[in-house]
């Protein structure tokens, strides 16, 4: 279903500046305070948290950081995030051709769009977009550390990793391709006990071992699909960041977890595959 070529911006002025040189500025100083536990050399695919860019932006700007050289390579991003306002059978795609930020808009890649509606298990629907954070609070980073790039936003509803995994599969392309999962962690816990939950799943995430469940990470079936693709891609995972609300913006009785992750080739995959 079809509401406007344009899918407008629903949560600037809530979730992030409305202000584009507000806008502009907070990320701009995120992104230099961003000092990330690894320095990761053109990343394949990140996993970000999207909360509210006082409470998860710093977390994320510590992958976005890691895309400083990748400015003029990426063209095509894949974002895929979880639904959060509407349910999903298994796919949403939007209808609208473009994504609006207070920063522009972002053309939607059409090629992909035509081979991604195609499937049985995506839908083309504006309505679980229209509201939705997830997706859009990557927009203005991703406007930021890149150039001109077309977009492919997908919503995972009730879908299983393997679906995921066959998606970004037969999106993958090559370095001009970047994968965003966009995630949290833990949701509402005490501090202490939010801090070890997340310690375990980014244990297992940085072990490529999927299974992570929906209690230890909003984007769970992503996240699920991407550690199965990077198992297949020979990538390899690294921390670089991982805090809560309770260390940037929040109070520590109830606290949403946050990592960031990038994903690179390995040194021994990239030396075989150049062979």
Sequence with gaps: MATA??????????????????LRAQIGEMLAAAVPLETVSAPKALIVPHA???YSGPVAASAYANLAGLRDV???????????????????????????????????????????????????????????????????????????????????????????????????????????????LSHYQPYGQAQSCDRATVGRILRLRSGID??????????????????????????LDLRNSGDTAGDRSRVVGYASIAFSESRTHAHTARH
């Design 214 to 239: 929906h209690d230890e990470a909003c984007g769970a079936t992503p996240v699920n699909g991407l550690l199965r693709a990077a198992v297949h891609h020979g990538l390899e995972p690294h921390l």
């Design 5 to 22: 070529s344009i899918r407008p911006a629903a949560v600037a002025g809530y979730f992030y500046p409305e202000d584009p040189h507000a």
């Design 52 to 54: 509210g860019y006082v």
């Design 74 to 184: 990426v063209r095509r991003v894949v974002l895929l995030g979880p639904a959060h306002r509407m349910a999903v059978r298994a796919f949403a795609l939007p209808a609208a051709q473009f994504f609006s930020t207070p920063l522009g808009h972002i053309p939607v890649s059409r090629s992909d769009w035509e081979t991604l509606q195609a499937r049985p298990d995506v839908v083309v629907d504006d309505r679980p977009h229209a509201a939705e954070h997830s997706l859009e609070v990557q927009l203005p980073f991703l406007q930021t550390v890149l150039d001109t790039f077309e977009l492919v936003p997908l919503l995972v509803g009730n879908a299983d990793a393997e679906a995921v995994a066959d998606i970004l599969e037969t999106l993958w392309g090559g370095p001009e391709t970047l994968i965003v999962i966009s995630s949290d």
